[in-house]
């Protein structure tokens, strides 16, 4: 069964034949050359790969067939890897180019549920189910206790429930943002006031000082003014009014 890609890096052919004589054994094989009721030692009748002619090989030696089929298998294998599906359920690499069975088709289909899977497992996570779903080989061959499509139903509900919640949340912190913008613009708007009021009471301090400062001097103007008038009037002269500031000063 495949369990690795196809390398394309070297000839396809030899790949198929190895994938066919390790699988010769094998339930699906026997089937193929002589049917389910055939008898389980009839698979030591089943020729290696290199003594069928190129008439009656059971898989296409076309190159082109080859190729285009390639690209399809390891599409299919990178899945079986990623979602480990049992290798008792996956298909063989001979298989992949079995003649006039629609395979591709096959691969397609498997493909489309593969992916399926994927996406539930993905949506499991996500959602955080706390309920165990079927693993990936109990889904991709349908022996699960729950359905693909019930899960994918289930799912859809939950995606639905998950996004309406989201939606609340995203709206809930919407309004506790805009709540927040308004009580900071506020909060701005009285320290600028405040700023205001604290300036016009410094302002009016300072006022304060150059009135009481104009109010002192103009008294000490008036007693010097009352004084020279006194001296002037007793006979005294510019030089002693200086000679008695002074003294006053010392």
Known sequence: MATTLIDTRKAIMPQIHASWNESRSSDLTQDYMFGPAADYNSWHNIPFA?????????WSSKQTVLERNTVHANKLIR????????????????????????????????IKLLKRIQKVLKLEQELEVHEPIPSATCLFTHTGHLGLANIEELFKLKVKEAKAEAKAEAIAHAKEVKAAKR?????????????????????????????DWIQAN????????????TMVKDGYTIKDVIEELERQLD
Request: hydrophobic share 40%; glycine share 4%.
């Open 79 to 110: 899945l079986y890897i990623s979602l480990n599906i049992d290798v008792a359920y996956r298909m063989p690499i001979w298989q992949f180019f079995e003649i006039g069975n629609g395979i591709v088709g096959q691969i397609k289909e498997q």
């Open 218 to 229: 103009k008294h000490g103007k008036i007693i010097v003014l009352k004084m020279l008038k």
């Open 183 to 211: 009580r900071n613009a506020a909060l701005r708007r009285a320290k600028k006031e405040q700023k205001r009021k604290d300036a016009a009471k410094e302002k009016k301090k300072a006022l304060k000082r150059t009135a």
């Open 50 to 58: 290199e003594d069928f002619t190129a008439k009656d090989a059971p």
